[in-house]
T-cell receptor
Framework: GDSVTQMEGPVTLSEEAFLTINCTYTATGYPSLFWYVQYPGEGLQLLLKATKADDKGSNKGFEATYRKETTSFHLEKGSVQVSDSAVYFCALVRAGGTSYGKLTFGQGTILTVHP | DAGVIQSPRHEVTEMGQEVTLRCKPISGHNSLFWYRQTMMRGLELLIYFNNNVPIDDSGMPEDRFSAKMPNASFSTLKIQPSEPRDSAVYFC?????????????FGPGTRLTVL
């Protein structure tokens, strides 16, 4: 079945540090890929997405590129802020078949940014 | 728009009691998703509806769980009887169309504690 694997957390960084959160996936066909963010006490929010190979999703300084050859969708940000402290989820959805429309999430990575 | 509305925000109940969680999706959205989030299992999709019809309920843990969507603006998730292992945060999300095409918007969640 479909699966998403994220790097183990928690990740702790100082403000203005470079961030990478690794994400790899297993799915048949050509899934769409997403990063969601969950701030404390809130529901998930879509951060960015990519729907086909080599697409780059970007938002709020975060970027991720859909790499089909390595089945990866790593999240990066050049300079993190304290306000980026949250839990980040990588996810995929496969078009077609019985899983159509169903998001499969990774386990989440906790990011803490210190001043 | 008010976003996805969930009630109650917190629920504490005793084992064996019936619990009903409620969700109002964003107006105009025709897909609705129920998720459960725990530390041990992460984020799990329980069931989702499209145009008020259940599409995939394979994530519903057992017969104690049931979900309904009587109309486009309301859904319930019921647990009867509840057990301590049901303690989790339950999220409702909605989208226009299925998840692969359009963004899912999450509610703030209901934190359920079963004693």
């Amino acid at each position: 079945g479909d699966s998403v694997t994220q790097m183990e957390g928690p990740v702790t960084l100082s403000e203005e540090a470079f961030l990478t959160i690794n994400c790899t996936y297993t799915a048949t066909g050509y899934p769409s890929l997403f990063w969601y963010v969950q701030y404390p006490g809130e529901g998930l929010q879509l951060l960015l997405k990519a729907t086909k190979a080599d697409d780059k999703g970007s938002n709020k300084g975060f970027e991720a590129t859909y790499r089909k050859e390595t089945t990866s969708f790593h999240l990066e940000k050049g300079s993190v802020q304290v306000s980026d402290s949250a839990v980040y989820f990588c996810a995929l959805v496969r078009a077609g078949g019985t899983s159509y429309g169903k998001l499969t999430f990774g386990q989440g990575t906790i990011l803490t940014v210190h001043p | 728009d008010a976003g996805v509305i969930q009630s109650p925000r917190h629920e504490v109940t005793e084992m064996g009691q019936e619990v009903t969680l409620r969700c109002k999706p964003i107006s105009g959205h025709n897909s609705l998703f129920w998720y459960r989030q725990t530390m041990m299992r992460g984020l799990e999709l329980l069931i989702y509806f499209n145009n008020n019809v259940p599409i995939d309920d394979s994530g519903m843990p057992e017969d104690r769980f049931s979900a309904k969507m009587p109309n486009a603006s309301f859904s319930t998730l019921k647990i009867q009887p509840s057990e301590p292992r049901d303690s989790a945060v339950y999220f409702c999300a909605s989208s226009f169309g299925l998840a692969g095409v359009n963004e899912q918007f999450f509610g703030p969640g209901t934190r359920l504690t079963v004693l």
